[in-house]
Each structure stands twice: as C-alpha cells, then as structure tokens.
C-alpha cells in the first residue's frame, strides 16, 4: 500500500510525507470494518487507489491551503480525512448523521494526532442552522443526488466559496436536473472535471460549483422536505 501511494502522491504533486499516516488511517478503517460496515472496497491496494488517492486528487482541483472545509456526509471520512491528512494547513470538519461513524473519526484522528480535523454528529440541514456560510469549501462524496447535495451543502459555504461534489462520469443526466436547483441556492456549476484516479484506469468526475451569492434562508428545508420534494 504504501509504495501505491508514494507513486500516486507524487503523480498529483503532493507530499509523500504523509504516506505512513494515510497507512495508518486505512489499517484501522479495515480493521473497524470487521465489526462495523464502513467500507465495501477490502483489498489494501483498491482502499489505496479507489479510497485516499481518489480524495487526495481533489487538493489539485482546489486551493485548500488554510481553507475551512466541511465533508457533507462523510461516511468512513472520504474524502475529507485524507484531504486533511494531506493538507495539515485546513481545517476540516466530517460530517455525518450517523454517531458510530463520527466516534470512529474522532478516535481515528486522535490517534493520528490531526488536530485540523473535527468530526461532528449531526445531520447537515441541522448543522447549517448554526454553521451557515461557515466555510470556503464544502466537499462530498456521499451518493445522494446532486439537488438535495446541493441542498445540504450549499448554505454552508460563504459565498465566493466553492462546493465540490465527488460524481460517476456517468452523471449528465443527474447534472442536467440540478442546474435549476443549483442556482436557487445561489451557485453555479464552474466547471466539470473529469479525471483518472491515480494508479489505476477508473474515471470519476467532480463537479466544481461555485457560490455566487447567498442561499436564501428557507435553505435548507427540513431533510424529508428535500428527500420528498428536490428542488428543481
């Protein structure tokens, strides 16, 4: 594992420094991973490729140097516990509904020593209420649609800020149908990157949005609302 993401880190331009934390992170994430379901990717080399190199490919996309960024349903902390790994100058915050997931985070991070990352329990349109346009970024990699992504993440990030949301290449359709959503939240798509996930031949996209002023405060509605009616 490690000598994948030695070659893949130094492909993208990053530190390699960092490989025997990323080692370390995905050691436990496997190990958890037997008694608590995180994770469907098992072999070491595919959690190496399809896991870390996949989240740190976006530290090329974006300037995250000394950004606060927020990871929108976090999950087992992709892509956010890399990216912060990789950039010990952001502070990130993962963000999950789910307490089990976030208590792995917190005693993942400890371990590793990174105090640039908070791991929070809460639901995101909760969350919002309190942390509105708190951040310059906003990353998810969850699979939910674009719309109620954009619903969830979007009032989070301060306008001029930047929503990056982590999709398959098979996304035009889903894209297509956010575009309306996109822009009553105060966004609009910059740009649509397709690339190839370091050390392997998957291609997967992220579409770039950037806010061009504030989400109106009815944003976002109550998580059934969003689930019951996207915007459109």
């Known amino acids: 594992m490690e000598e994948i993401l030695k070659q893949g880190l130094g492909s993208l331009g990053l530190d390699t420094a960092a490989v025997p934390q990323l080692t370390e992170f995905a050691r436990r994430l496997l190990e958890k991973n037997k008694v608590m379901n995180l994770t469907a990717i098992t072999e070491p080399k595919d959690v190496a490729t399809l896991h870390l190199l996949d989240s740190a490919w976006l530290l090329t996309a974006a ?52 105090q640039n990352i908070t791991c929070v329990h809460a639901r995101a349109e909760e969350f919002a209420g309190q942390h509105r346009e708190g951040f310059d970024l906003a990353v998810s990699r969850a699979v939910a649609a674009l719309p109620m992504l954009c619903e969830l993440a979007m009032p989070l990030v301060k306008t001029e800020g930047l929503f990056l949301a982590m999709k398959s290449v098979e996304s035009d359709g889903e894209i297509e149908s956010a575009r309306g959503a996109i822009g009553q939240l105060g966004g609009k798509i910059e740009k649509i990157l397709d690339y190839t996930v370091p050390c392997t031949e998957v291609r997967h996209r992220l579409v770039v949005i950037r806010k061009v002023r504030p989400t109106p405060s009815q944003f976002p509605r109550p998580f059934a609302k969003i689930k019951k009616s996207p915007l459109k």
């Open 63 to 114: 300037d995250c140097r000394g950004k606060a960024l927020v990871d929108v349903g976090t999950g087992a902390g992709f892509p956010g516990m890399p990216m912060g790994i990789l950039e010990p100058t952001a502070q990130l915050t993962l963000l999950d509904s789910l307490g089990k997931r976030i208590d792995f985070l917190q005693e993942t991070a400890r371990a590793l020593h990174l």
